[in-house]
C-alpha cells in the first residue's frame, strides 16, 4: 500500500480544497475580463528614416550619453581623487594588522563619499558651466563638454607634477606645450593617475610607522622573554588599536587627506 508524503500531513486534506477554489475563481475572472483589461503596454526600438536633422541629433546624444554612463567607474578612478583615498585605507588596514577588517565595501564607500565631498565644487562649477545650458538649450553638446572638463582639467592640473606630465608628453612625442590649455587630456589623465599613486604611497609609509614601532618593541620582549614560539602581531594588535582610538585616527586621516586637497 502506497502512501504519499503529503496526504500523511493532516493539514494537505483543508489545503487542496483551497487551492481548487483560487484556482477555479482567476480561471472564472480571466474569462469574463474584457480584453481591453487584459492589455500589456508595448514599447518598439528600431531605426527608421526621418527627414528631421534634429532627431538624429537626439539619438546621438542619447548614445553618448548612455556611453559616458557605462565608463563612469573609470572616469571615477581615473580623473578624481578616489584614487588617493582608497589606497591610503588600504595602507592604513595593512599597517593595523586587520585582515577583514574594516570590510573592503566599507572603505570602498567611505572613499567614493569622501570623493564627492572633495569633488563637490569642481562638481558644481561643471553644472553651472556645462550642464545647466545644455539642458537650457543655450549651448550645443560639443560647447558643454568642451566648457564642463576644464573644471576638472583644472582639478588634476594641481594634482599632477610637472615630471610626469613630461614623461607623458615625451611619450608620445609631443612639443612642450605653451600653457595648460595645450596639453591634452590623454596626456593629463594618466600623468594625474601616476601622481596620485606616488602621494598616495607617501601616505601608506607614514602610515606604517608608528605601527611599525609598535611591531619592533612587542618583537623585542617577546624575544627578551623567551616566547619565540608566540606570534608578535597577535601581541601587538591591541596596542596598535589601542594607539589608533587614542589619537582619534580616523578623524586624523580623513581630515589630513582631505586638506592634502586644499578644502
Not at 588634476?156 to 608628453?169: C, I, S
Not at 594618466?190 to 607614514?206: C, D, H, N, Q
Request: charged residues 15%; hydrophobic residues 55%; contains cysteine.
Amino acid at each position: 500500500m502506497k502512501v504519499s508524503l503529503l496526504s500523511s500531513f493532516p493539514f494537505t486534506k483543508n489545503i487542496k480544497p483551497i487551492v481548487m477554489a483560487l484556482i477555479l475563481a482567476g480561471g472564472f475572472f480571466l474569462s469574463i475580463a474584457p480584453a481591453s483589461a487584459l492589455q500589456l503596454p508595448t514599447m518598439q526600438i528600431g531605426l527608421g528614416e526621418t527627414t528631421n536633422p534634429k532627431q538624429v541629433s537626439v539619438l546621438v546624444e542619447i548614445l553618448l550619453v548612455f556611453t559616458i554612463l557605462s565608463m563612469a567607474p573609470a572616469i571615477l578612478m581615473m580623473m578624481t581623487c578616489f584614487t588617493r583615498l582608497i589606497v591610503a585605507f588600504s595602507f592604513l588596514k595593512k599597517a593595523l594588522g586587520t585582515q577583514t577588517t574594516p570590510p573592503n565595501q566599507t572603505l570602498i564607500g567611505l572613499s567614493l563619499f569622501l570623493t564627492l565631498f572633495i569633488m563637490a565644487p569642481v562638481f558644481s562649477q561643471m553644472n553651472e558651466t556645462a550642464i545647466r545650458p545644455y539642458l537650457d538649450e543655450q549651448i550645443t553638446l560639443e560647447k558643454a563638454v568642451e566648457t564642463g572638463i576644464v573644471p576638472l582639467r583644472n582639478f588634476m592640473f594641481k594634482q599632477t607634477r610637472e615630471k610626469d606630465l613630461a614623461l607623458f608628453l615625451s611619450l608620445a612625442k609631443l612639443n612642450k606645450p605653451k600653457n595648460k590649455d595645450e596639453v591634452p587630456t590623454t596626456i593629463l589623465v594618466p600623468a594625474f593617475m601616476i601622481s596620485e599613486l606616488k602621494t598616495s604611497f607617501e601616505i601608506g609609509f607614514v602610515l606604517f610607522l608608528p605601527f611599525l614601532v609598535i611591531d619592533m618593541v612587542v618583537s623585542s620582549v617577546l624575544l627578551a622573554m623567551g616566547m619565540m614560539m608566540l606570534p608578535p602581531v597577535m601581541i601587538s594588535m591591541p596596542f596598535k588599536l589601542l594607539l589608533f582610538v587614542m589619537v582619534d585616527g580616523w578623524n586624523l586621516i580623513v581630515g589630513s587627506l582631505i586638506h592634502s586637497y586644499g578644502v
